[in-house]
């Protein structure tokens, strides 16, 4: 996946939903939120915190909402994606410029951004254990130094490398996967640092 470093970069490179990308945008612009990018996407803060992501795919376009299970969802518009994997992420998917209705939108940010000045916050499960699928148990028994390595990582920085290889359906994808993040493994490298 290509990352961006403007908005407008990223905009100008999308293959599907280009207008639809170029309204939400304004509707986001004509928000208290301040407009950046995160991990090469659009991205909108408040108070230097993550509120509203947007991004568009083959079928859909799509605002993420960070805090978004928090939200009142009035209109019943909001879905997690990940059932199982996310606590707090909520998106918001749309099909047609028809379907993008600002009003509605500035409300669910307005109120995005009043839970937020309140400090409302669902935390990440820190807590978790860490399930290393047998894949990369496997590799990591076989070298030493990325067994060494693995284990001298943070829990939350293991439990992404586990669940790269886990949520990979394929086994050709599996050992592609493990294949790049050896080396990172080794070099003390977390699956997202580059990105944080």
């Known amino acids: 996946m290509k990352r961006f470093n403007t908005v407008d ?11 639809e990308l170029i309204r939400l945008r304004e509707i986001l612009q004509s928000t208290k ?15 230097d915190k993550m509120l509203v992501g947007l991004g568009s795919f083959k079928s859909y376009v799509g605002l993420w909402f960070y805090q978004g299970a ?6 019943g518009v909001l879905i997690n994606a990940q059932e199982g994997h996310t606590k ?8 047609s410029i028809k379907e993008i209705k600002a009003r509605q939108i500035k ?8 839970l937020q000045v309140q400090g409302h916050e669902i935390k990440p499960d820190r807590s978790k254990p860490v399930i290393i699928p047998s894949e990369l ?9 990325a067994k060494a390595s693995f ?4 829990k939350g920085r293991q439990r992404e490398y586990a669940e790269h290889i886990s949520l990979a359906k394929r086994d050709e994808t ?10 990172m493994i080794k070099a003390g490298i977390g699956l997202g640092d580059k990105y944080r």
């Open 137 to 145: 148990k496997q590799a990591l028994a076989g070298d030493k130094k």
């Open 9 to 19: 970069e990223y905009i100008e490179n999308a293959v599907h939903f280009q207008a």
């Open 107 to 114: 409300a669910y940010v307005k109120e995005a951004i009043e």
């Open 88 to 95: 707090a992420l909520r998106q918001w998917r749309f099909s």
């Open 151 to 154: 284990d001298a990582l943070t």
């Open 70 to 75: 928090l939200l009142s969802d009035k209109a």
């Open 33 to 47: 939120l301040v407009e950046t990018v995160k991990w090469g996407g659009p991205c909108y803060t408040h108070n």
């Open 174 to 183: 599996k050992a592609k996967r493990l294949d790049k993040i050896l080396p």
